[in-house]
T-cell receptor
Framework: AQTVTQSQPEMSVQEAETVTLSCTYD???????LFWYKQPPSRQMILVIR??????QNATENRFSVNFQKAAKSFSLKISDSQLGDAAMYFC???????????FGTGTRLKVLA | DTAVSQTPKYLVTQMGNDKSIKCEQN?????MYWYKQDSKKFLKIMFS???????INETVPNRFSPKSPDKAHLNLHINSLELGDSAVYFC????????????FGPGTRLTVL
């Protein structure tokens, strides 16, 4: 069975500081993909960043980067220079090739303090 | 131009009623999904369709029936609504369904009284 675990229900960060959100996953497949989605209060789900498991290089998107540790099955999200607009629920997700299925973690609520 | 749209955005109804939620995507994607997000924000897949064919049915009560009249549309019909059906329902689409970004609709908040 595939699982995604986010052990931090809530995190806080001061504006302009850096925060890391944790995610661990479990799958027996070798071909899989990992995602971080953001859900602001508007409820719209927005892709933040995506990582292919076969790529060793960590994905980055502007202020967002991941630390992908394949052996440890860990996929954390780092947000640099946090902004008030980063306040949202963040979901880690896993999909394996050919399954048409995405497994989401329980989410981490990020608060950004001015 | 909205990529994935859902109607209605809010739905309030009585227990026992039947209701439908509609979803349309204009991205030309092959795969569409329905998710349920409960009050604790847990997001769980319900159904997945690829080219109008049902691919995933995640042990959802048979009161829930998805219908895909064409690749661009995936509707969700719910019979005999129960209190526990209250949630936000998201429609999503993706190009090939297994490893690419999913594009989500704005969600439909269903409240069953």
């Amino acid at each position: 069975a595939q699982t995604v675990t986010q052990s931090q229900p809530e995190m806080s960060v001061q504006e302009a500081e850096t925060v890391t959100l944790s995610c661990t996953y479990d799958t027996s497949e070798s071909d899989y993909y990992l995602f971080w989605y953001k859900q602001p209060p508007s409820r719209q789900m927005i892709l933040v960043i995506r990582q292919e498991a076969y790529k060793q290089q960590n994905a980055t998107e502007n202020r967002f980067s991941v630390n992908f540790q394949k052996a440890a099955k860990s996929f954390s999200l780092k947000i640099s220079d946090s902004q008030l607009g980063d306040a949202a629920m963040y979901f880690c997700a896993l999909s394996t090739s050919g399954t048409y299925k995405y497994i989401f973690g329980t989410g981490t609520r990020l608060k950004v303090l001015a | 131009d909205t990529a994935v749209s859902q109607t209605p955005k809010y739905l309030v109804t009585q227990m026992g009623n039947d209701k439908s939620i509609k979803c349309e995507q204009n991205l030309g994607h092959d795969t569409m999904y329905w998710y349920k997000q409960d009050s604790k924000k847990f997001l769980k897949i319900m159904f997945s369709y690829n080219n109008k064919e049902l691919i995933i049915n995640e042990t959802v009560p048979n009161r829930f029936s998805p219908k895909s009249p064409d690749k661009a549309h995936l509707n969700l019909h719910i019979n005999s609504l129960e209190l526990g059906d209250s949630a936000v329902y998201f429609c999503a689409s993706s190009p090939r369904g297994d490893h690419l970004e999913q594009f989500f609709g704005p969600g439909t908040r269903l409240t069953v009284l």
